[in-house]
């Protein structure tokens, strides 16, 4: 997946400056965005504080390893099936 060239952060100072009453297309000129950008931002981002992506991008870094270690795990128990099925 690709990267986006902003942060979380700098997404929200955005959405906060659109909140200040600048209009849209000047915000999405300045900041070099299309409009579609934008509006994807905002239904995603729209109510979030910097503290709540903080949490967020815990939650999801713990959720990654919480899949990887099923994964492994149902790897471990494939293996050990082939294992005893094999004698």
Avoid: P
């Avoid at 209009?23 to 000129?29: E, F, G, Q």
């Avoid at 919480?66 to 492994?72: D, M």
């Amino acid at each position: 997946m690709r990267r986006s060239r902003f942060t979380e952060d700098q997404i929200i100072g955005v959405l906060r400056l659109h909140e200040g009453r600048v209009k849209t297309a000047d915000l999405c000129r300045r900041h070099g965005i299309s409009d579609a950008t934008f509006y994807t931002w905002k239904s995603k981002y729209g109510r979030l504080t910097v503290s709540d992506v903080a949490r967020l991008r815990a939650l999801e870094d713990e959720n990654r390893w919480l899949k990887k270690l099923l994964a492994e795990s149902m790897w471990d128990v494939s293996a050990l099936k082939n294992l005893l099925g094999k004698n």
